[in-house]
């Protein structure tokens, strides 16, 4: 089940580290949320 979890956060980090320089902030804090979001899920 972990395993799902980290696939599914690579398939949205890759995209946002080829894109990152174009994002700015609001790609650095959507990837923030997403991160806190699945760090949270597997904590509980």
Not at 19 to 30: E, T
Request: proline residues 2%.
């Amino acid at each position: 089940m972990i395993f799902i979890v980290f696939d599914i956060e690579i398939i949205f980090f890759y995209p946002w580290a080829i894109a990152h320089g174009d994002l700015g902030l609001f790609g650095l804090g959507a990837v923030l949320i997403f991160s806190a979001a699945v760090f949270e899920s597997l904590c509980t």
